[in-house]
Antibody
Framework: QVQLVQSGAEVKKPGASVKVSCKTSGYIFTSYAISWVRQAPGQGLEWMGWISGYNGNTKYAQKVQDRVTMTIDTSTTVSLELRSLRSDDTAVYFC????????????WGQGTLVTVSS | SSELTQDPAVSVALGQTVRITCQGDSLRSQYASWYQQKTGQAPVLVIYGKNKRPSGIPDRFSGSSSGTTASLIISETQAEDAADYYCSSRVTSGDPVVFGGGTRLTVL
């Protein structure tokens, strides 16, 4: 069965960086993209970007494009790095499998809470 | 505009039908996807494409679209359908994916 398993919660200070991983299994990795979506406490969903499982091409949201990097670390694991963290980056970060280049995300990781606090 | 607009809250009586709407210019040419999110859980895809349901989603969930408005329709609403619902779509300008602000569904 398809699974996306994310790394554990992180607490970071303002200005630091964080890296969240998403280990996938149960499907052909190169046939899908992985998107990252975050959700601040009590707020809605915000798309951050995607990375192609086929060739590693990326597309980032304008709001974070200067601070974010998405990578394929192994044949089945992708990571999100966010730099220069601010308090408003405090959120649950989800990875999600995308069906092509659509907004259809059919499997999601369990979420990783990133807390930015001094 | 690349925004998607949803009503913040909707309520429905148990067993009745409810329509949750999503408005945006992108919906003239793109289908909306719909996600259900319960407190403390990851979102779950319930409708995508032209009224398609992923495996395991009850057939009381359906989708429709007209002009710049997409709708998620829940028939014979059950207590377990109480959740936040988000629409999303591809857009052709700005960021390629956008989410609506979400609708909290209360089942009375």
């Amino acid at each position: 069965q398809v699974q996306l398993v994310q790394s554990g919660a992180e607490v970071k200070k303002p200005g630091a960086s964080v890296k969240v991983s998403c280990k996938t299994s149960g499907y052909i990795f190169t046939s899908y993209a992985i998107s990252w979506v975050r959700q601040a406490p009590g707020q809605g969903l915000e798309w951050m970007g995607w990375i192609s499982g086929y060739n590693g091409n990326t597309k980032y949201a304008q709001k974070v494009q200067d601070r974010v990097t998405m990578t394929i670390d192994t044949s089945t694991t992708v990571s999100l790095e966010l730099r220069s963290l601010r308090s408003d980056d405090t959120a649950v970060y989800f990875c999600a499998r995308g069906m092509g280049t659509t907004a259809d995300f059919d499997y999601w990781g369990q979420g990783t809470l990133v807390t930015v606090s001094s | 505009s690349s925004e998607l607009t949803q009503d913040p809250a909707v309520s429905v009586a148990l067993g009745q039908t409810v329509r949750i709407t999503c408005q945006g210019d992108s919906l003239r040419s793109q289908y909306a996807s719909w996600y259900q999110q319960k407190t403390g859980q990851a979102p779950v895809l319930v409708i995508y494409g032209k009224n398609k349901r992923p495996s395991g989603i009850p057939d009381r969930f359906s989708g429709s679209s007209s002009g710049t408005t997409a709708s998620l329709i829940i028939s014979e609403t059950q207590a377990e359908d109480a959740a936040d619902y988000y629409c999303s779509s591809r857009v052709t300008s700005g960021d390629p994916v956008v989410f609506g602000g979400g609708t909290r569904l209360t089942v009375l």
